[in-house]
């Protein structure tokens, strides 16, 4: 199954994209054995309209164009359950021996996510109550995807 990430917003040149880059190219190489290919991070301007409705409404609009047919949404979102990292990784692999093809996970922007992006998310998830930096939320998501595939692979980097 493939693994995109869609982020609204750009990651600038620093120790957290350094950190965020280092777990995505972990995950890159340790995917693949557990079925899970990582397909790269779009990134999408943070939109420019008047409210926060209309915004969320701009960003969720330019998120649909990556979901093909078949493909699995995963929304990172307040809302969204705070699942264990066992958890975290089973969903994956549900979705990759369920047939998936494909997965987006989106981080939202400042506003968060559109209702229309809410009702059709086959999950979301919450990395807990504060609210993160997105610098850090994508650090998060690297390592937590580095961390299903060694979950998924019986890898001794995730320990109990």
Same mark, same amino acid.
């Given at each position: 199954m493939k693994i995109s990430v869609h982020a609204v917003g750009r990651m600038k040149a620093g120790p957290?994209?350094?950190?965020a880059d280092r777990y995505f190219e972990r995950f890159a190489k340790s995917g693949p054995t557990v079925g899970?290919?990582?397909? $790269?991070? @779009?990134?999408?301007?943070?939109g420019r309209a008047q409210t926060a409705t209309e915004r969320r409404r701009e960003e969720g609009q330019k998120?649909?164009?990556?979901l093909?047919?078949?493909?699995?949404?995963?929304?990172?979102?307040?809302?969204g359950r705070n699942l264990s990292s066992e958890d975290f990784a089973g969903r994956i692999g549900l979705l990759r021996d369920g047939g998936r093809k494909a997965?987006?996970?989106?981080? $939202?922007? @400042?506003?968060?996510h559109d209702q229309s992006l809410r009702d059709q998310a086959d999950l979301m998830v919450?990395?807990?109550?504060?609210?993160w930096p997105?610098?850090?939320?994508r650090v998060m998501l690297g390592e937590q995807l580095y961390r299903a595939a060694t979950i998924l692979s019986g890898h001794p980097y995730h320990r109990s």
């Open positions: 957290e994209k350094q950190l899970l290919e990582f397909a $790269g991070i @779009a990134e999408i301007a943070e998120l649909q164009t990556y093909q047919p078949g493909t699995a949404l995963l929304l990172l979102d307040e809302r997965l987006v996970i989106a981080i $939202g922007g @400042a506003d968060g919450s990395f807990g109550a504060p609210t997105h610098q850090l939320v």
